[in-house]
């Protein structure tokens, strides 16, 4: 039972009716006694769970690469919460229970830099290739540039990537992978990071790989 005490108009302790009252540093507050859930099992809860673990699932191993690629996006949120909620609306497909990720709808960097252009990677004795073409000079893209690299094993949720990659002027760089992910599918992305850091490129999904 709620204690009110200093009179109607003062602060309280406690359940109230449908009211909770309390004390935080000293400031009494109040809000609304949550409403019990009937049902916390139906199919739409289900569902959306379903997505939400299959998202974790694919972007939590990359937490320290979101933070990066998707800032200029984290309004009221963070980076990470960002890159979930745009993966949620956009890159899930099927019907529940059967739902999956297109990862060519997954960014792991988004902005409004020039992309990675002819880009392509290549299995290499436990490593993975990437190449791309330098396009510096299009729209605001420099040759200074950092490349966003992330190699994605969804089996053993894992990831391997690199924040601050080779000069966009470079053109290659290789990510050397665990001796354990050999024989193992993996997706690739590349994306770029303005050298101040202010800018970034929307990343390209650059397909499934099997590790050698």
Request: charged share 20%; no cysteine; glycine share 10%.
């Amino acid at each position: 039972m709620g204690r009110i005490k200093k009179g109607i108009l003062g602060g309280f302790s406690g359940k109230v009716g449908t009211v909770v009252g309390a004390n935080w540093k000293g400031i009494a507050y109040m809000r609304s006694f949550p409403l019990k859930v009937r049902d916390p099992k139906t199919l739409a809860q289900r569902s959306q769970r379903s997505k939400f673990a299959l998202t974790v699932n694919l972007l939590k191993p990359m937490n320290a690469l979101l933070r990066i690629g998707w800032k200029l996006y984290a309004h009221g949120q963070s980076p990470i919460n960002a890159a979930v909620s745009y993966t949620l609306a956009n890159a899930i497909t099927g019907v529940y229970p059967d739902y999956q990720i297109d990862p060519s709808k997954v960014l792991i960097s988004r902005g409004g830099l020039a992309p990675a252009f002819n880009a392509e990677v290549t299995p290499a004795n436990g490593a993975i290739i990437f190449e791309w073409d330098d396009n510096s000079g299009t729209s605001a893209a420099k040759q200074t540039d950092k490349a966003l690299l992330a190699v994605v094993n969804p089996a053993k949720s894992d990831a391997v990537f690199d924040t601050e990659g080779a000069e966009r002027s470079a053109g290659v760089q290789s990510l050397n992978l665990p001796a354990h992910w050999v024989g193992d599918e993996v997706l690739s992305y590349i994306g770029f990071v303005s050298e101040d850091g202010r800018e970034l490129a929307n990343s390209l999904y650059l397909g499934r790989i099997t590790v050698v």
